[in-house]
T-cell receptor, first 110, second 112 residues
Framework: KQEVTQIPAALSVPEGENLVLNCSFTDSAIYNLQWFRQDPGKGLTSLLLIQSSQREQTSGRLNASLDKSSGRSTLYIAASQPGDSATYLCAPLEDYKLSFGAGTTVTVRA | SQTIHQWPATLVQPVGSPLSLECTVEGTSNPNLYWYRQAAGRGLQLLFYSVGIGQISSEVPQNLSASRPQDRQFILSSKKLLLSDSGFYLC???????????FGPGTRLLVL
C-alpha cells in the first residue's frame, strides 16, 4: 500500500520568499505524480503533473521535481504571494488510483 | 469542456439515518469515477472507484456503498450513518488513460 508523507505539515513565510514543499512515497512503481492545491472547504485543483519518465515540470512560478527511484518529489513556488496561501497535496498515481499525503498548509504573510 | 457536479454541498444528518450523495460528470464519456473522503486533519482516502456502469471497487471496509447507475453518475450511500462518517466527500473523474483526475466541489457531511 502506497504511503505518502509531506514535510513540513505547515509553513508560514513573508511575501516574496520562495517555498519548498517536500513529498515522499514508499512505492516507486508509479505512473505519474500530481501536485494539487486545496483552498479551505473547497475541492482540489491540479497544479502540475509529472510523468514517471520525467524529472521536472514547470508552470509559471511553480516547478516540481521527481526522483522516482528514491520516492521523492519537491514542489518549488517562487516569489510567494498571499494568494498562494492554501494546502498543497502530493499524490502519486498507480493502477488508476491516487494516494494522498496529509498536505502542507502554506500561509504567505503580506 | 468537462464539468463535475456534487450535491448537496453540505449536509447535517443524525446518527442512524440514511445517506445519498450524488456526483455527475458532463462533457466526457466512459470516465473512471472516484469517491474520496477527507476527515478533519487527515489526508484524502480513496473509498470507491468505478471503471464502468455497475462496476464498483471498494478500497476500504466501511459503512458506505457506491453505485453507478449511469455512465456519468456516481452515488455514495449508507443505510445507517455513524459519527465516524463525518467528513468532506469528494468525487473525481479521470480518463481511461492514467492522466490527471478532476475533482468536484465536495460535500461536507456532519453526522450528529
Amino acid at each position: 500500500k502506497q504511503e505518502v508523507t509531506q514535510i513540513p505539515a505547515a509553513l508560514s513565510v513573508p511575501e516574496g520568499e520562495n517555498l519548498v514543499l517536500n513529498c515522499s512515497f514508499t512505492d516507486s512503481a508509479i505512473y505519474n505524480l500530481q501536485w494539487f492545491r486545496q483552498d479551505p472547504g473547497k475541492g482540489l485543483t491540479s497544479l502540475l503533473l509529472i510523468q514517471s519518465s520525467q524529472r521536472e515540470q514547470t508552470s509559471g512560478r511553480l516547478n516540481a521535481s521527481l526522483d522516482k527511484s528514491s520516492g521523492r518529489s519537491t514542489l518549488y513556488i517562487a516569489a510567494s504571494q498571499p494568494g498562494d496561501s492554501a494546502t498543497y497535496l502530493c499524490a502519486p498515481l498507480e493502477d488508476y488510483k491516487l494516494s494522498f499525503g496529509a498536505g502542507t498548509t502554506v500561509t504567505v504573510r503580506a | 469542456s468537462q464539468t463535475i457536479h456534487q450535491w448537496p454541498a453540505t449536509l447535517v444528518q443524525p446518527v442512524g439515518s440514511p445517506l445519498s450523495l450524488e456526483c455527475t460528470v458532463e462533457g466526457t464519456s466512459n470516465p473512471n469515477l472516484y469517491w474520496y473522503r477527507q476527515a478533519a486533519g487527515r489526508g484524502l482516502q480513496l473509498l470507491f472507484y468505478s471503471v464502468g456502469i455497475g462496476q464498483i471497487s471498494s478500497e476500504v471496509p466501511q459503512n458506505l456503498s457506491a453505485s453507478r447507475p449511469q455512465d456519468r453518475q456516481f452515488i455514495l450511500s449508507s443505510k445507517k450513518l455513524l459519527l465516524s462518517d463525518s467528513g468532506f466527500y469528494l468525487c473525481a473523474w479521470g480518463g481511461q488513460l492514467q492522466e490527471t483526475q478532476y475533482f468536484g466541489p465536495g460535500t461536507r457531511l456532519l453526522v450528529l
